[in-house]
């Protein structure tokens, strides 16, 4: 893997503000990043699922649905929407614009910075284990309901440049059985062959980023 960037920046505003299906497609290999009391974590995206709200049965904001949950998708792109499901928490990036509830939900992450405290945080030391999945991620980092509409442009919870994938697979959304049509979508995007991807199936196309 090689690193393009040194230094650990947040991203402009404008990186957020492109099409949901993009947006879920130039995330991966960028860094997630958590600072908080117990010092910053951080891994790389491997694994994201678009949700392109009021048309698509299986995001949250169907048909506009607007609650206390979704009410974060309404506003404009770069904001965290965290929900809970079952014990976990879940992160997703707001994407679409205001007025046009979509989101990247981030499905997996490659563990960069902090390690010793992801273990702590998750009573583990297998590696691989550690954020390979939506609720394992954020428990790893210390995201959490607390962070739910903040902005991914600046500290405490945000995403900086990473490294470039050389290609990346597209495949189906996981966990979404019941949401009609929507259950077929291509919308699912993780970085070919990378042991961190949360499931690992076989990809309906791959695109390649190679210059």
């Known amino acids: 893997m090689e690193e393009c960037y040194k230094k650990i920046i947040p991203l402009p505003q404008a990186f957020y503000e492109q099409p949901t299906l993009q947006l879920a497609k130039a995330l991966l290999g960028c860094l997630l990043v958590k600072e908080d009391h117990q010092g910053m974590t951080a891994g790389y995206i491997v694994e994201t699922e678009a949700y392109k709200g009021p048309g698509d049965k299986a995001a949250h904001s169907y048909n506009n649905k607007r609650t206390a949950r979704t009410e974060v998708m309404f506003g404009r792109s770069g904001l965290a929407y965290t929900y809970q499901m079952h014990t976990h928490c879940?992160?997703?990036?707001?994407s679409g614009g205001e007025e046009k509830p979509e989101a990247v939900l981030i499905r997996a992450l490659e563990p960069r910075h902090g390690i010793e405290l992801m273990k702590t945080r998750r009573g583990?030391?297998?590696l691989k284990n550690l954020t390979n999945?939506?609720?394992k991620l954020t428990k790893s980092l210390g995201i959490t309901m607390d962070d739910y509409g903040s902005s991914l442009t600046l500290?405490?919870?945000y995403i900086a440049n990473g490294y470039l994938p050389k290609s990346i697979s597209v495949g189906k959304r996981i966990g979404i059985d019941n949401?009609?049509?929507a259950?077929?979508?291509p919308w699912r995007f993780w970085i070919t062959n990378n042991k961190f991807v949360s499931r690992h199936q076989k990809s309906e196309f791959e695109v390649s980023l190679k210059t």
């Open 183 to 185: 259950k077929d979508y």
């Open 133 to 135: 999945g939506p609720g």
């Open 124 to 126: 583990l030391n297998d």
């Open 90 to 94: 879940l992160f997703n990036v707001v």
């Open 179 to 181: 949401s009609g049509e």
């Open 155 to 157: 500290p405490p919870l």
